[in-house]
């Protein structure tokens, strides 16, 4: 007898979120719902979603965190808060990234190490 196997996490809540998306989408395209307006509005917290779903999954914390982070950005740009504009914030991206190599240098580990500990278990 075959033992059960392990769901992936990751694979699982990416399904499910491109299901949902798809039966919106449908919805909309029957003149149930609209979503259009709001997808547009509000399509970077996706990626704050996917971002706290990393945050579950060991040895995945700097990339959900960047995720986390694009995400707001992102969002607080497109909203155009205290008009935050792409044009006036991409800077801050790079803050961010050189950041984010400031901070792996002092703890002495690579994104390629981590993924190679992570898979090898």
Request: aromatic share 10%.
């Amino acid at each position: 007898m075959n033992a059960p196997q392990r769901i992936k996490s990751d694979s699982l809540v990416n399904g499910l979120a491109v299901t949902i998306l798809g039966v919106l989408f449908l919805l909309e395209r029957f003149e149930v719902l609209t979503v259009g307006h709001v997808f547009r509005t509000y399509w970077p917290l996706f990626l704050v979603f996917f971002g706290v779903c990393k945050l579950l999954e060991p040895g995945r914390i700097s990339s959900a965190l960047w995720l986390i982070g694009v995400g707001l950005w992102l969002q607080l740009v497109v909203l155009h808060v205290a008009g935050l504009t792409f044009r006036n914030t991409w800077p801050l991206l790079l803050v961010a990234a050189g950041g984010c190599m400031i901070v792996r240098a002092f703890m002495g580990r690579t994104p390629r190490h981590d993924e190679e500990e992570h898979h090898g278990s």
